[in-house]
């Protein structure tokens, strides 16, 4: 089992910054690609950014060129910065790593809203 905890959300206005972090923990072994969702109110839940363990990222449309993943493999780590945040990008975000399975943390909420 491996156990993912957030932190970083909460109230930012339009334009701003927030960073989200989150640490795996338990059995870590081998976790392939970390990374973050999102999911708004009455929307299903999307990809936002991904990181190999080699450091390959992948991003959502919505998001390029204002988010960076990175990732700390020695600390087993994940982050997300975040610039240039717009209203649409509210939504709660869930920190993911898959190594035979995915596992989940339990979300954080971002609010952009002036």
Known sequence: QVQLVESGGGLVQPGGSLRLSCAASGNIFRLRAMGWYRQAPGKQREMVALITSGGGTNYADSVKGRFTVSRDNAKNTVSLQMNSLRPEDTAV???????????WGQGTQVTVSS
């Open 93 to 103: 975000y869930f920190c993911y790593a898959a190594q035979t399975v995915p596992y």
